[in-house]
């Protein structure tokens, strides 16, 4: 998507430990990278975090189950259960207010795991 909008720039890969450069090629609302070892690592301002597993959910087409609608605990458990692993990566203060604090997760389907 980009440049990063928000000026999030802590693109460090719970999964690998690289710093992720590349841009996301699917088509997210969040901040976004893409890590070489196939993770992809999300970031939203921490009051508006439902929208990185919105986009999650999107991203790794997983089905997400009634019971678990409007529950990001239970959606991020239906993700887990679809093969898709999550770690959280860090926190960071980009700007003022209550918007300025922003968190990232970071997602990625081990290799040789199918998809959806």
Known sequence: MGDVRS?????????CGAVATRETQDRVLCDSRSCSCGAIGLAAPV???DEIVDDALGVFGVQVSAESRGFDHLLLEDLRNAGVEVREGQRTRVGEGFWG???SLWFRRPHGA???
């Open 7 to 15: 000026h999030y720039d802590d693109w460090l890969c719970p999964f």
């Open 101 to 103: 604090e922003y968190i």
């Open 114 to 116: 199918e998809s959806g």
């Open 47 to 49: 009051v508006d975090s």
